[in-house]
């Protein structure tokens, strides 16, 4: 028997998204200096309280935010390494390139990293430094999806979560402060690649 729709659920999850996305859009448009729990309540159609419960606090919200434009980023590097079954560098490589092109034109980020006053900066720590939203999820994201890819079985957590830490450590440093054009990048971080994952597949 099909289960009947949980309706509570359903409307909490269409909150979230709404939330998200008026957030998001004030961020791009406006900054995160003009984001403010009252503001994004009203045009959500929501009391202050209940965008309380159901998100938290200002910083909760900016999580939030960034951790909704991490997924999509995971997707796009998940269908990349699909792309290239074969060959496991060929697929990081592409996941890379995917990354640096699409945060090219990334409105939130462009709209985080541009941001010249006090207020705007506070998205930066959690987009940057801080071990979640972005940089522990995608180290997470990245090792798992790796190794469900390229039947990895036999490698050791210890041997592929510091490789793919390293690399998702380097394209994040590409994205968040590019020195110079996409290819040369990308072929930074192969030749990095190359050399920490030939001594592991050789023993595959």
Same mark, same amino acid.
């Given at each position: 028997?099909?289960?009947?729709?949980?309706?509570?659920?359903?409307?909490?999850?269409?909150?979230?998204?709404?939330?998200?996305?008026?957030?998001?859009?004030?961020?791009?448009? +406006?900054?995160?200096?003009?984001?403010?729990?009252?503001?994004?309540?009203?045009?959500?159609?929501?009391?202050?309280?209940?965008?309380?419960?159901?998100?938290?606090?200002?910083?909760?919200?900016?999580?939030?935010?960034?951790?909704?434009?991490?997924?999509?980023?995971?997707?796009?590097?998940? +269908?990349?390494?699909?792309?290239?079954?074969?060959?496991?560098?060929?697929?990081?490589?592409?996941?890379?390139e995917f990354t640096l092109r699409s945060g090219a034109d990334n409105m939130l980020l462009k709209a985080v990293l541009s941001g010249r006053s006090a207020p705007d900066t506070a998205l930066l720590p959690a987009l940057m430094t801080e071990p979640e939203p972005v940089l522990g999820r995608a180290i997470a994201?990245?090792?798992?999806?790796?190794?469900?890819?390229?039947?990895?079985?036999?490698?050791?957590?210890?041997?592929?979560?510091?490789?793919?830490?390293?690399?998702?450590?380097?394209?994040?440093?590409?994205?968040?402060?590019?020195?110079?054009?996409?290819?040369?990048?990308?072929?930074?971080?192969?030749?990095?690649?190359?050399?920490?994952?030939?001594?592991?597949?050789?023993?595959?």
């Amino acid at each position: 028997m099909a289960t009947a729709p949980n309706f509570q659920s359903d409307m909490r999850r269409l909150l979230r998204e709404r939330v998200i996305e008026t957030a998001r859009g004030l961020v791009c448009t +406006e900054g995160w200096g003009a984001v403010n729990m009252s503001r994004v309540a009203k045009e959500v159609g929501v009391s202050r309280p209940v965008l309380y419960k159901e998100i938290g606090t200002k910083q909760d919200l900016a999580d939030v935010v960034i951790a909704n434009e991490v997924d999509v980023f995971l997707i796009g590097i998940a +269908e990349q390494l699909a792309a290239h079954p074969d060959d496991v560098i060929a697929g990081l490589i592409a996941a890379v390139e995917f990354t640096l092109r699409s945060g090219a034109d990334n409105m939130l980020l462009k709209a985080v990293l541009s941001g010249r006053s006090a207020p705007d900066t506070a998205l930066l720590p959690a987009l940057m430094t801080e071990p979640e939203p972005v940089l522990g999820r995608a180290i997470a994201a990245v090792t798992a999806a790796v190794r469900a890819q390229y039947d990895l079985a036999s490698v050791g957590e210890e041997e592929l979560a510091p490789i793919a830490e390293t690399v998702v450590r380097l394209a994040l440093s590409h994205l968040f402060q590019p020195t110079g054009p996409v290819e040369r990048a990308l072929e930074q971080i192969r030749v990095v690649a190359v050399g920490l994952f030939e001594p592991v597949l050789s023993e595959v």
